[in-house]
């Protein structure tokens, strides 16, 4: 257990150029909220005795209030104590003025972990584990496409190559002459991961123009791994605009385009270190399946917290490696879930269905949980997938975010992993933003409707 006040005293000390400590909480939407605190305040955050409204877990994408939510005015907004994440704490190398930055938790007064925090939901299903002797090991996979800085229209364009000025066009899928056009870019990404102790793995060129993909380490501490994956993606949009370019991690920027997914791997350590799914006599095998028997069976229920606003359900189109229905394979990437080929030791489940877009600890939270309820319940995943053809009669996603949000509202699976009053304040958020999105007149229909209707 790492002390935060010692910790912060040995970082500031080795960083005595750091002025201000921007520190800071992730609501549902994955938006990040906080304060910029002089490096002589910096002890206060450590100590656990900052505060901040409670209610900024439940804010709109827009920082509205959410009054169908619960909590916020209607019951007087009061304040949560801030909790120091201490291995969070690191150097913000693309700030042109001297920053340290770090994740905060919140608990109520009281010291009760407060459970609108992602944090605190993810760390309850891993306590699920943990209660069994069990450990889960996780990583992540996001993608993200580099664009312009000048949108054209509002509408986003590819980035001109730093090297030859020419404005990428062409897909370059898993090209390296595409990641030595952007050199200085990666490198200075690498060192801001260094700095923050990201573990980042690889970096590839994607199926999209200008997507790439950065894979994270597997980690045997799920909450570790979601804050990584949160952290990385601040660090990839400010490296971005640092080089004069914007990163976006938004699901489907250009229709012509794949999507950007956020991909889990999932393999459960026991009391022994040994991988569950890979032990003999063929115990892990059944595990293996019946843990993605329960991610099958609850993949509609999770839907909204992978698929989180009115862009997110664009990605969902056949043969964009999105998945529209909820099926397994064996190293089969149009399946929904997939068995990668490795060796006995790395068997694993990766999850693929979630959106760059969605906020990591939920979606981490959300496929421990499902493999977890299907160990449980002994939930057979059927037969696997080969190929492309979707077998008949295989469960449809809900990709709608009308349908992905009644799926979730009534869901007893959510009520009983992510608790009802949790429920009720993300359905509450995302139906007010949804309901937004619904008022406004896009410009196609006035386009389209104005003088020839």
């Known amino acids: 257990m790492i002390d935060p006040l010692r910790h912060a005293r040995a970082f500031f000390e080795a960083h005595p150029e750091i002025e201000v400590l921007e520190s800071f909480i992730v609501d549902v939407n994955g938006q990040l909220r906080g304060k910029w605190v002089p490096v002589s305040n910096a002890e206060k955050v450590m100590k656990g005795t900052l505060r901040f409204p409670s209610s900024s877990f439940s804010l709109d994408m827009w920082g509205n209030e959410v009054p169908a939510s619960g909590v916020g005015a209607v019951i007087g907004d009061s304040d949560g104590v801030c909790i120091p994440v201490p291995e969070t704490l690191g150097v913000v190398t693309w700030s042109r003025r001297p920053m340290a930055q770090m994740l905060l938790g919140m608990n109520d007064p009281d010291g009760t972990p407060c459970f609108s925090d992602p944090r605190h939901v993810l760390a309850r299903v891993i306590k699920r584990f943990e209660t069994r002797g069990w450990c889960p090991v996780v990583a992540s996979e996001l993608e993200f496409h580099l664009i312009d800085r000048e949108l054209d229209r509002g509408r986003p364009v590819p980035p001109r190559s730093p090297s030859t000025g020419r404005r990428l066009s062409a897909r370059a899928v898993y090209s390296v002459n595409e990641l030595e056009e952007f050199e200085d870019l990666w490198s200075d990404m690498t060192k801001a991961f260094e700095a923050q102790g990201i573990p980042a793995d690889t970096s590839i060129s994607e199926y999209g123009v200008a997507q790439y993909e950065i894979n994270l380490r597997h980690l045997p501490n799920a909450l570790t791994a979601a804050d990584h994956s949160l952290l990385m993606k601040r660090a990839v949009k400010g490296v971005a605009r640092s080089h004069g370019f914007d990163a976006t991690f938004m699901a489907k920027p250009f229709a012509e385009d794949s999507g950007n997914g956020l991909h889990v791997h999932l393999s459960i350590l026991d009391e022994e270190g040994r991988n569950l799914f890979a032990v003999g006599g063929g115990e892990g095998a059944r595990r293996l399946r019946h843990a993605m028997g329960g991610l099958l069976a609850t993949m509609r229920d999770i839907m909204a917290i992978c698929s989180v606003n009115a862009n997110s359900f664009r990605r969902f189109v056949e043969g964009a490696f999105a998945p529209t229905a909820a099926t397994w394979g064996w190293d089969n990437r149009n399946t929904a879930l997939r068995v990668p080929d490795s060796d006995p030791d790395g068997t694993r489940i990766e999850h693929r269905v979630a959106g760059a877009d ?35 009669g295989a469960p449809r996603l809900p990709v709608s975010w009308d349908a992905a949000l009644g799926a979730f509202e009534t869901s007893d699976f959510i009520g009983e992993y992510f608790g009802e009053r949790f429920r009720k304040l993300f359905s509450a958020t995302k139906r007010q933003e949804k309901e937004k999105f619904e008022a406004i007149i896009p410009t196609l229909e006035y386009e389209t409707y104005l003088r020839d209707a």
């Open 358 to 392: 969605a906020e990591p600890h939920l979606v981490i939270a959300a496929v421990l949980a499902g493999a977890l309820h299907g160990i449980e319940n002994a939930i057979d995943p059927g037969e696997p997938v080969e190929g492309i053809a979707m077998p008949e």
